[in-house]
Nanobody, 126 residues
């Protein structure tokens, strides 16, 4: 059983930066960790993913080059550094763990999540 807790959300101006953290309690080395986001009125989408050993990452096209995911296995923590933020990045960001979450195509990744965090709100606005 894993528990995931996100932190680091808040209000930031367009063009600014924000870092999110996902602290996991429990054994995570077998799980890929993904960040999803859900904007009002929109479906939840996978933003980024990092493999169980941290050797592989992927990003949605809308954030590639602006977001960076990383993993500190010793601390059981996954980070999402978000730069050059845009108003369309406004959403609730969720941390998720799953054995297959990083191995399936993004459209199937929701079904591959085994554990969810409660989410943290990111608002990009002037």
């Amino acid at each position: 059983q894993l528990q995931l807790a996100e932190s680091g959300g808040g209000l930031v101006q367009p063009g600014g930066s924000l870092g999110l953290s996902c602290q996991a309690s429990g054994f995570t080395s077998d799980y890929g960790i993904a960040w999803f986001r859900q904007a009002p009125g929109k479906e939840r989408e996978r933003v980024s993913c990092i493999s169980s050993r941290g050797g592989s990452t992927n990003y949605a096209g809308s954030v590639k080059g602006r977001f960076t995911i990383s993993r500190d296995s010793a601390k059981n923590t996954v980070y999402l550094q978000m730069n050059s933020l845009k108003p369309e990045d406004t959403a609730v960001y969720y941390c998720a763990a799953g054995r297959l979450v990083c191995l399936v195509v993004p459209s199937r990744s929701l079904q591959a999540v085994d554990y969810w965090g409660k989410g943290t709100l990111v608002t990009v606005s002037s």
